[in-house]
């Protein structure tokens, strides 16, 4: 089992950053691949970002690229989101996730553990 718990969250105006972070607590954080969605009212779950652990690469959703970036520290077992240029378009309920699996995962059903989420507004 992977508890997961999201922070950072909150409401910020359309050109700035917010920072979310991911704190994981159980099996051995290192070994799992791990991402974050995000859901709007009304919409279903999207992809955003993820990175895996065998080497730390990462890949990102098209409409995130460039703005946001991924990275995990695995001696503290956290993962974050650094969200730079934000939009109103990116309001959303974000969630961390964890896959057993050492490859990028960009679908949900890939991932075996969610956190409960935190919410980002972006006004504009």
């Known amino acids: 089992q992977v508890q997961l718990v999201e922070s950072g969250g909150g409401l910020v105006q359309a050109g700035g950053s917010l920072r979310l972070s991911c704190a994981a607590s159980?099996?051995?954080?290192?070994?799992?691949?791990m991402g974050w969605f995000r859901q709007a009212p009304g919409k279903e779950r999207d992809f955003v970002a993820t990175?895996?652990?065998?080497?730390?690469?990462?890949y990102y959703a098209d409409s995130v690229k460039g703005r946001f970036t991924i990275s995990r520290d695995n001696a503290k077992s956290t993962v974050s989101l650094q969200m730079n240029s934000l939009k109103s378009e990116d309001t959303a309920v974000y969630y961390c996730?964890?896959?057993?699996?050492?490859?990028?995962?960009?679908?949900?059903?890939?991932?075996?553990?969610w956190g409960q989420g935190t919410q980002v507004t972006v006004s504009s």
């Open positions: 990175i895996s652990w065998i080497n730390d690469s990462t």
């Open positions: 159980g099996r051995t954080f290192s070994t799992y691949t």
């Open positions: 996730a964890a896959a057993s699996s050492p490859w990028l995962r960009k679908n949900s059903y890939e991932y075996d553990y």
